[in-house]
């Protein structure tokens, strides 16, 4: 069994680079893509949970890695809270 929050706290602890090229930092309206991409994964596995249904969230993973290897885009995404969801 995959152990979640080691996948974010490894992520983070590597500034989400893993030996792999990385795509460089999404800019401007690119950050709305990311936010919104973010919520619907997570809503998803919100109302799996409540219905008590599997979810896969290997797939957020390589979106916290790209966060966490950019100092700016928790700042740059987190004005997208008060806009959307």
Known sequence: MVRYVDLITDSVQSGGNDGAAQAPAAK???DRDIYLALWKQLQSIKVSILERKDF??????????????????????????????
């Not at 290897?69 to 004005?79: I, S």
Request: hydrophobic fraction near 25%; glycine fraction near 12%; aromatic fraction near 10%.
């Open 28 to 30: 401007g309206p690119h």
């Open 56 to 85: 896969d969230i290997l797939p957020l993973k390589d979106r916290v890695r790209s966060i966490a290897g950019d100092p700016g885009a928790v700042d740059r995404l987190y004005h997208y809270t008060t806009r959307y969801g």
